[in-house]
Nanobody, 125 residues
Framework: QVQLVQSGGGLVQAGGSMRLSCEDS????????MGWFRQAPGKAPEFVAT????????YYADSVKGRFTIPGDNAKNTVFLQMSSLKPEDTAVYYC??????????????????WGQGTQVTVSS
């Protein structure tokens, strides 16, 4: 059973940086991708970034490319999301998620089977 526990988040000024973490405390061998999504009030969940567990290939949404990264110092069972040059429109609840082996799709909510508890990120202008 994959169990994802998130930490980080809070309030930051526009232009600032913040780092989120997601620990997979359960069974990890079945995880294909570890992803990040976000949901702003009144909006649908949005794909942010994801990393392939084996090989480390990373994919980013266009809206965060060049500003957000999944650092290369991820521990075996912990994934980070490093956010820089934050904008007010980045304000949302951020979720990490785990995708098990199966389809080759990796950017949709329905691709992921296990989710963290979510953490609020608020960027003030």
């Amino acid at each position: 059973q994959v169990q994802l526990v998130q930490s980080g988040g809070g309030l930051v000024q526009a232009g600032g940086s913040m780092r989120l973490s997601c620990e997979d405390s359960g069974r990890t061998f079945s995880t294909h991708f570890m992803g990040w999504f976000r949901q702003a009030p009144g909006k649908a969940p949005e794909f942010v970034a994801t990393i392939r567990r084996i090989g480390g290939t990373i994919y980013y949404a266009d809206s965060v490319k060049g500003r957000f990264t999944i650092p290369g110092d991820n521990a075996k069972n912990t994934v980070f999301l490093q956010m820089s040059s934050l904008k007010p429109e980045d304000t949302a609840v951020y979720y990490c998620a785990a995708k098990e082996y199966g389809s080759n799709s990796w950017s949709k909510v329905e691709d992921y089977t296990n989710w963290g508890q979510g953490t609020q990120v608020t960027v003030s202008s």
